[in-house]
C-alpha cells in the first residue's frame, strides 16, 4: 500500500485512529486500472477524441510562451516534468505552472527560463537541457520553431 501511495495510485486519511485508503482518481492510470481489473461488462472504453489538453492549458499564456516541453517523467525518476521557455518578467508563467499543477492533481517539477538563456544552452549543449530532450516527451508545443535551429 505504501508503495502504491508514494506514486500517487491511492491516498490515504486518518480518521479515528484508523487508515483508510481510496483510489486517487485523478491519477493517469486511475481509468486503465479500472478497465483492467474490472469484470462488469458495462465499464466503457472512453474513445472520444479529446483536444490537445496541452494545447487548451497554454492557451492563456500563448503571449509569454516560446516554448513547452512536456515530459513523461515517472514517479521517483530524475528530471523535470515541465520545461517552460519563454518572459517570465510579469510572473505569469509561474503563476500559470501552478494552476496545471492544481489540474494534473499532482506536483510537477518544472523549470522556467528566459528564450535566450535556453537558446544558448541549446548552442553549447548544456548537459541539462540535453538530458531532457533525451527524455520520453508527451508533448512539444514551439510555436516558433526554436528547438528545430539548434
Request: hydrophobic residues 35%; charged residues 30%; aromatic residues 8%.
Amino acid at each position: 500500500m505504501l508503495n502504491l501511495e508514494g506514486i500517487g495510485i491511492i491516498k490515504n486519511e486518518t480518521y479515528d485512529n484508523k487508515v483508510y485508503y481510496s483510489a486517487n482518481t485523478k491519477h493517469p492510470f486511475s481509468k486503465p486500472l479500472v478497465m483492467l481489473f474490472s469484470t462488469r461488462a458495462d465499464v466503457v472504453v472512453d474513445v472520444t477524441v479529446k483536444p490537445n489538453v496541452w494545447e487548451e492549458y497554454v492557451r492563456s499564456v500563448k503571449n509569454y510562451l516560446d516554448c513547452l516541453i512536456v515530459t513523461n517523467r515517472l514517479p521517483g525518476q530524475e528530471g523535470v516534468d515541465l520545461l517552460i521557455v519563454g518572459d517570465d518578467k510579469t510572473k505569469k508563467l509561474t503563476h500559470w505552472a501552478e494552476v496545471v499543477e492544481k489540474k494534473e492533481g499532482k506536483p510537477l517539477n518544472y523549470v522556467i527560463m528566459s528564450r535566450d538563456d535556453f537558446q544558448y544552452r541549446l548552442n553549447v549543449k548544456d548537459r541539462f537541457v540535453s538530458e531532457v530532450l533525451e527524455m520520453s516527451i508527451l508533448e512539444k508545443i514551439d510555436p516558433d520553431g526554436i528547438l528545430n535551429r539548434r
